[in-house]
């Protein structure tokens, strides 16, 4: 046997975990229905480099992990749909049929180069219904799961997505959702980033055309739950208590 030989089961497991540590670095992103569509929330304190994006009319995309690695993706989506659209119709570029091409890509990345890519997917299309709304969430090994009303990854993904369990229920209004999102982000205890700290967008099947849609500056700020009043000090001697920093500890 020559040296270094490595069996490609334990090849695969070490692209897995090299791919998985690298995820787990990146902050978590939230994708989740709402009454009248879907929800992106995404910690992100750069005001140019996105997690989330429009892909296409109904489609849109949002990613964690390496950025130059999923930005290639996001514009090799937007290519895909383009052609198709242009060459058939614009029916025709479904969220499916964009998962499949991730899928296929990543998949074969994974198997045939040295380093897997690091990064995990969402691609969300809207329907005319709640029914219709579609999310699919994509491995960096092209595995492709089919969410029902919710999907988190990056960061701590199993505790984001167990605390969106218990709190997501069906028809909740924009503000509802939102509320959601920033409780299954924010660790117990913690402090949840401010609104110039958050990255959101919706796809919003009563908008004409083109569903997506960035939610910043007041109408964001609207629509996040105020703060709690600080609880009154029992000794009136005891001086005021500083308000807390809402400064994110920098970690993309």
């Known amino acids: 046997m020559p040296f270094g ?12 975990d ?5 995820i787990a670095r990146g ?35 949002a990613a964690v992990g390496r950025y130059n690695e999923f930005e290639e993706l996001r514009l090799g989506g937007i290519r895909y749909a383009d052609i198709n659209g242009y060459t058939y119709d614009r029916t025709d570029v479904t969220g499916r049929g964009l998962a499949n091409l991730y899928a296929s890509n990543l998949g074969r990345i ?4 040295i380093k897997s ?11 005319d219904t709640a029914d219709g709304d579609a999310i699919y969430r994509l491995t960096f090994d092209g595995s492709v799961f089919d969410e029902h009303g ?11 997505a167990t605390r969106l369990k218990e709190r997501y229920r069906e028809g909740m209004t924009l503000a509802e959702a939102l509320e959601v999102a920033l409780a299954a982000l924010t660790e117990p ?17 009563n908008r004409e055309h083109r569903k997506f849609q960035r939610l910043a500056g007041p109408r964001l700020e609207r629509l996040l739950p105020a703060a ?25």
Not at 110 to 113: I, L, M, Q
Not at 117 to 127: C, N, R, T
Not at 151 to 160: D, I, K, L, P
Not at 230 to 251: L, M, N, Q, R, V
């Open 150 to 160: 919710f999907a988190a990854m990056g960061g701590q993904a199993e505790a984001v």
């Open 189 to 205: 205890g913690g402090e949840r980033p401010p609104a110039n700290q958050l990255e959101v967008a919706v796809l919003d099947r």
């Open 27 to 61: 902050r978590s992103v939230v994708v989740l229905q709402y009454v009248d569509g879907i929800l992106f929330v995404a910690p992100n304190p750069s005001r140019a480099l996105h997690k989330v994006s429009e892909i296409y009319d109904r489609i849109g995309f």
């Open 228 to 252: 709690p009043a600080p609880a009154a000090s029992d000794d009136e001697d005891s001086p005021p208590t500083a308000p807390a920093s809402g400064a994110g500890d920098g970690t993309e």
């Open 5 to 16: 030989y490595a069996s490609p089961e334990q090849i695969m497991r070490d692209k897995a």
């Open 110 to 113: 994974f198997t045939e180069s």
């Open 117 to 127: 890519l690091e990064v995990e997917v969402v691609v969300a299309e809207v329907g």
């Open 18 to 22: 090299y791919a998985r540590k690298g």
